[in-house]
């Protein structure tokens, strides 16, 4: 039998926590033969209900579960995890300034970093969920510099999923007959959804989106402008954000990070810029990435046109502002 693998989930008695754990246990992001040992953090204030979700854990009686650490104390949360998925943060509230909020997650962030460092098994994969997801993920990358920074990413899966789902409703045809789909960029609402690449299996063989689609200006229009907004037509709907879909998309991230990507197929991940496709190095940006022995390659080569590289660049920019604010945060 398989040894039991450790996740952590931190935010574990929020929103995406109580939707997310009960995927891990059921095996939905490491495989049906894998057992899991649930590692749970969250603050203070929310211990009573964390231990409430640990006790409707136990009540699920999951066979792949083989043990579950519910604890506000970050560094027992932290042993021996090999795979931390970060949901935990700051909200913004209203009539709060983007700059106290940065800094607030910033040292959540910096100080989460150093637990990991210190106490996570070697070699643990890092998925930050919580926003502002690329910089939260970049200032643990950088407060946690003995993890290879291969190994932070962060959440733009629900948003390539998102994008996924509108040209499957718009084409009337199964979502799982879409792929390559791109997001590139910040976690916001400046990310580009790219359909420039994308296709779509159909009785015919392959085609593209757009042969198929045959409306470029709502590809180019009202397709961007719905997956960048969907986040806020869930809250207006559901007067709470995405949690059902924010926590599949986890768990598709890591599966597809840890067992790969069907060949022929990549995904967009938030991962550390090496400079390719001249988007900035040093930044957490999305990228098209396939994945293959447990680690994460961005796919090279993609023809871009100007309208994506002005889009691109756009939400680079703001991930560069983003940069600048977490760092002034610091001193
Ligand atoms: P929530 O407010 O229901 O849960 C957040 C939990 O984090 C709370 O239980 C809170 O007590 C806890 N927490 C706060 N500070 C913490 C700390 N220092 N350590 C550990 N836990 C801490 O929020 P929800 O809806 O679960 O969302 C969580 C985060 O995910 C938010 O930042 C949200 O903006 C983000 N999000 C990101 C998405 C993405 O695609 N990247 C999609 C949807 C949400």
Not at 195 to 212: D, I, Y
Request: with cysteine.
């Amino acid at each position: 039998a398989k040894e039991p693998v450790r996740v952590l989930v931190t935010g574990a008695a929020g929103q995406i926590g109580y939707a997310l754990v009960p995927m891990i246990a059921r095996g939905v992001m490491l495989g049906a033969d894998q057992p899991v040992i649930l590692h749970m953090l969250d603050i203070p204030p929310a211990a009573e209900a964390l231990n409430g979700v640990k006790m409707e854990l136990v009540d699920a009686a999951f066979p792949l579960l083989k043990g579950v650490v519910a604890t506000t104390d970050v560094a027992e949360a932290c042993a021996g995890v090999n795979i931390a998925v970060m949901v935990g943060g700051f909200p913004r509230k209203e009539g709060m300034e983007r700059k106290d909020v940065m800094s607030k997650n910033v040292s959540i962030y910096k100080s989460q970093a150093s637990a990991l460092e210190q106490y996570a098994a070697p070699n643990c994969k890092v998925l930050v969920v919580a926003n502002p997801a690329n910089t939260n993920a970049l200032i643990l990358k950088e407060f946690a510099p003995s993890i290879p920074a291969k190994n932070v990413t962060c959440l733009t899966r629900l948003d390539h999923n998102r994008a996924l789902g509108q040209i499957s409703e718009r084409l009337n045809v199964p979502v799982s007959e879409v792929k390559n789909v791109i997001i590139w960029g910040n976690h916001s609402s400046t990310q580009y959804p790219d359909v420039n690449h994308a296709t779509v299996k159909t009785s015919a063989g392959e085609k593209p989106v757009r042969e198929l689609v045959k409306d470029d200006e709502w590809l180019n229009g009202e397709f961007i402008t719905t997956v960048q907004q969907r986040g806020a037509a869930i809250i207006k709907a559901r007067k709470l954000s995405s949690a059902l879909s924010a926590a599949s998309a986890a768990c598709d991230h890591i599966r597809d990070w840890v067992l790969g990507t069907p060949e022929g197929t990549w995904v967009s991940m938030g991962v550390y810029s090496d400079g390719s496709y001249n988007v900035p190095a040093g930044l957490i940006y999305s990228f098209p990435v396939t994945c293959k022995n447990g680690e994460w390659t961005v796919v090279q080569g993609l023809p871009i046109d100007e309208f994506s590289r002005k889009k691109m660049d756009s939400t680079a920019e703001e991930l560069s502002e983003e940069k600048a604010l977490a760092y002034s945060c610091l001193t």
